[in-house]
């Protein structure tokens, strides 16, 4: 029996090896890092080395690092309040916070007529699109971007930005807000005066230390062109979907993607019942579509970008990842098309 294939990167990463092991070592770190004894400064020196670290593996050199739970509070931090605009394709995280009612057109692409009080992500989650981020953005999701494709934050000319460590080989519960220099942001979480008193609590030291040297890892990824390998077989597997059904529509394929995410609608096919007969078969996909409260729902992002209800229902994203080689994606594609060819059948 073959063993199981992860294609679900977007959703989570595996725990890289050296994330790992920094964060054993980190566990024999007693001090808090909040104390001024010896074994308090040692915490907070390492708190430092790792917050250092991200600062610049993100090129965010000389902006504040304030680390937070993961991405979704980070994003609670930067946008409550507000009243900031964006599109309905944002992670629900920032459209929580938002009025969404920036256009997108059929590509993905977001019209950010006012930068200063708009939020847009750099990359989706769900189709992969990337955005060009106009000069003065209020804040930008860099959560799934981060680790991906190259860019430095204090180069994208944004006040802020999201992060979370498991999205680049981190562990999961632990993420930052990136602050432009001199800007400040009210906290939510209030008691000590821990971040910069932005963000109070005990500092997570071991996520801490397995977020700074995923991320040293992921910057040695990109340059050593590992993304670029990962594109190229993403496009095999594009190329072999499509000129295996050819009524599929791969989203955004016009447009800059992810070097690493496919989105394809397959139509007759519900995504929920895809995924779970990919699962069935040894293969880890998601839905185009969520569930909630047991309601099937149609993705908002492909609705947002112009596609009906039920086309948006017929959609799942493989997010692949360094380590999935062609014959891995060869494999999937081979059942995925077999299943679809079965699927059509009964339905005719």
Request: charged residues 20%.
């Amino acid at each position: 029996m073959k063993p199981r294939l992860y294609l679900d990167w977007n959703a989570t990463t595996p725990l890289r090896p050296e994330a790992k092991a920094a964060m054993i070592e980190a566990m024999d770190v007693v001090g808090n890092p909040s104390s001024v004894h010896a074994e308090g400064r040692a915490a907070k020196a390492l708190m430092e080395r790792s917050r250092a670290k991200i600062a610049s593996a993100l090129g965010a050199d000389g902006a504040d690092i304030v680390f937070t739970s993961g991405a979704t509070e980070a994003a609670a931090l930067a946008l409550k309040d507000r009243g900031l605009h964006a599109a309905a394709v944002e992670h629900e995280a920032v459209a929580a916070w938002c009025t969404t009612d920036l256009a997108v057109s059929k590509e993905g692409s977001v019209a950010c007529p006012d930068p200063k009080t708009s939020v847009l992500q750099l990359a989706n989650s769900e189709t992969g699109v990337l955005q060009n981020l106009p000069e003065g953005l209020a804040v930008s999701d860099l959560t799934q971007a981060f680790g991906k494709i190259p860019f430095a934050f204090n180069w994208l000319g944004c006040d802020m930005g999201l992060v979370s460590a498991h999205k680049l080989g981190g562990p999961k519960g632990v993420g930052a807000l990136i602050l432009r220099r001199g800007l400040d942001v009210p906290p939510q979480l209030r008691g000590g005066g821990q971040e910069m008193g932005r963000r109070a609590g005990t500092e997570n030291l071991i996520g801490m230390a397995g977020f700074a040297v995923a991320a040293e890892a992921a910057a040695r990824d990109l340059a050593n062109g590992v993304w670029e390998e990962v594109a190229e077989i993403r496009n095999i597997l594009d190329s072999a979907l499509s000129s295996g059904a050819n009524n599929t529509i791969s989203v955004g394929k016009g447009a800059k993607r992810l070097p690493n995410t496919l989105c394809v609608i397959a139509p007759g096919w519900k995504g929920e019942t895809q995924v779970m007969a990919m699962d069935l078969a040894g293969f880890a996909v998601s839905a185009g579509s969520a569930c909630s409260s047991g309601k099937v729902r149609a993705s908002k992002v492909l609705t947002a970008m112009g596609y009906d209800e039920d086309l948006a229902a017929q959609a799942i994203r493989i997010s692949i990842g360094p380590g999935v080689s062609r014959d891995d994606v060869g494999r999937f594609a081979d059942l995925w098309l077999a299943s679809y060819s079965k699927a059509r059948a009964r339905a005719a």
